[in-house]
């Protein structure tokens, strides 16, 4: 079965940085685009970074210029490098992956950007 594990979240201060991992299994990593999204309390969840079987990534216009997607074919993961963090990028953080018709998630890492 299809399985998204993310990690990698915690308390930052603003200004700091985070790298996020998201390891899946169940599916042929290498031909999948992947994408990571967030949802803070009361909004609705929004594509943050996504990227192609081919490397190809596009973004949120919130977050250019400070995050970075990336995947590892090999390790079968897909990485999203946050830095310098602002309070406005706290959310839980998902990856996502389409498969069977549907979009697939993993539960979450929470990113907390606060002094």
């Known amino acids: 079965q299809v399985q998204l594990v993310e990690s990698g979240g915690g308390l930052v201060q603003p200004g700091g940085s985070l790298r996020l991992s998201c390891a899946t299994s169940g599916i042929i990593f290498s031909i999948k685009p992947m994408g990571w999204y967030r949802q803070a309390p009361g909004k609705e969840r929004e594509l943050v970074a996504a990227?192609?079987?081919?490397?190809?990534?596009n973004y949120a216009d919130s977050v250019k210029g400070r995050f970075t997607i990336s995947r590892d074919n090999a390790k079968k993961t897909v990485y999203l490098q946050m830095n310098s963090l602002k309070p406005e990028d706290t959310a839980v953080y998902y990856c996502?992956?389409?498969?069977?018709?549907?979009?697939?998630w993993g539960q979450g890492t929470q990113v907390t950007v606060s002094s």
């Open positions: 996502s992956v389409p498969e069977y018709g549907r979009n697939y």
């Open positions: 990227i192609t079987s081919g490397g190809s990534t």
